[in-house]
């Protein structure tokens, strides 16, 4: 089946602690992205790539960083330097140029 | 920054009922797209529409465009207690890069009552 796989589902981080999430097509995409979801907020663009080992900073990158070593996967590391974390996290992926965003079922990030 | 807006914030309907949810953008864009959201979920593509289109249906959906307005509306026919969601504009402004990745309102969240 081609998708878009985000792992984990639900995570927890410590105050201070890096974490990474997993983002992972098959769809052969070329672009893809990760948003930031808080409540009564929509989706906020944190970072993007276009093409493999290259990508852009978003709307709200501080305290977010990524790779693009590979066209299938794109992590997503929130680092200590995030103030507030804890949001859901979704991944997407489109052809690059003016077609539909395939979504990835997302990560619940709790700092706790 | 946002640049779509979904009106309402929330609408809710009895089943049956058709809806209607409207979104206006700041600046110019290629295209305008619908997404849907259930609770907890990733978003779900649902239809996608042009700047040189001004309405396009897919089943029970239509899709306005009109750019002169910078706005847009979605409107779902004979509606179903599984259309219960967040709906959400997304707007792809070109500045000359490709991709840029979509930008997104904060949604209509549609409710039907059965």
């Known amino acids: 089946d081609g998708g878009i796989t985000q792992s984990p589902k639900y995570l927890f981080r410590k105050e201070g602690q890096n974490v990474t999430l997993s983002c992972e097509q098959n769809?052969?995409?070329?672009?893809m992205y990760w948003y930031r979801q808080d409540p009564g907020q929509g989706l906020r663009l944190i970072y993007y790539?276009?093409?493999?080992?290259?990508?852009q900073k978003g709307d709200i990158a501080e305290g977010y960083s990524v790779s693009r070593e590979k066209k299938e996967s794109f992590p997503l590391t929130v680092t200590s330097a995030q103030k507030n974390p804890t949001a859901f996290y979704l991944c997407?992926?489109?052809?690059?140029?003016?077609?539909?965003?395939?979504f990835g079922q997302g990560t619940r990030l709790t700092v706790v | 920054s946002q640049q779509g807006e979904e009106d309402p914030q929330a609408l809710s309907i009895q089943e049956g009922e058709n809806a209607t949810m409207n979104c206006s953008y700041k600046?110019?864009?290629?295209?305008l797209q619908w997404y849907r959201q259930n609770s907890g979920r990733g978003l779900v593509h649902l239809i996608l529409?042009?700047?040189?289109?001004r309405e396009k249906h897919s089943g029970r959906l239509r899709v306005t465009l009109d750019t002169s307005k910078k706005s847009s509306s979605l409107l779902i026919t004979a509606s179903r207690a599984a259309d219960t969601a967040s709906y959400f504009c997304?707007?792809?402004?070109?500045?000359?890069?490709?991709?840029?990745?979509?930008?997104f309102g904060k949604g209509t969240h549609l409710i039907i009552q059965p």
């Open positions: 790539s276009q093409i493999v080992n290259d990508f």
């Open positions: 600046t110019s864009i290629n295209n």
């Open positions: 997304a707007t792809d402004v070109d500045t000359g890069g490709g991709a840029d990745g979509l930008t």
């Open positions: 769809l052969n995409h070329d672009a």
């Open positions: 997407a992926s489109s052809a690059l140029t003016f077609t539909e965003a395939f």
């Open positions: 529409i042009r700047s040189n289109e």
